[in-house]
């Protein structure tokens, strides 16, 4: 299983505007197979923050999804909505358990 933990952060003036945007994003990638979850949310603390969190079920569906039309679009929707930081880190599951 991949992993991917991480954070996006946008001018807090665009939030409203990038928002159909994110949303596309979540639908399009939750549909992918082997996507077992994924998630953008608001920061509480920090506005113009939004955590990034997915799983995908391996690193060839980590790929199709890495490499998918969404994938381009929302990379052209974000830059044109003033991403101006972005830290994702992808990390290799080898067992789960409930917390």
């Known amino acids: ?34 996507c077992g979850h994924y998630a ?14 997915e799983s995908w079920k391996d690193e060839a569906a980590f790929k199709a999804h890495a490499t998918s039309e969404h994938m381009a679009e929302w990379r052209a929707a974000s830059a044109a909505h003033g991403i101006y930081d972005r830290t994702i880190t992808g990390y290799e599951v080898s067992a789960e358990r409930p917390l």
């Open 1 to 34: 299983m991949i992993v991917i933990a991480g954070f996006y952060r946008f001018p807090v003036d665009q939030l409203d505007v990038v928002k159909p945007a994110m949303a596309r994003m979540i639908e399009l990638s939750r549909a992918e197979p082997g």
């Open 40 to 53: 953008f949310a608001h920061d509480v603390v920090e506005p113009g923050l939004i955590r990034v969190s």
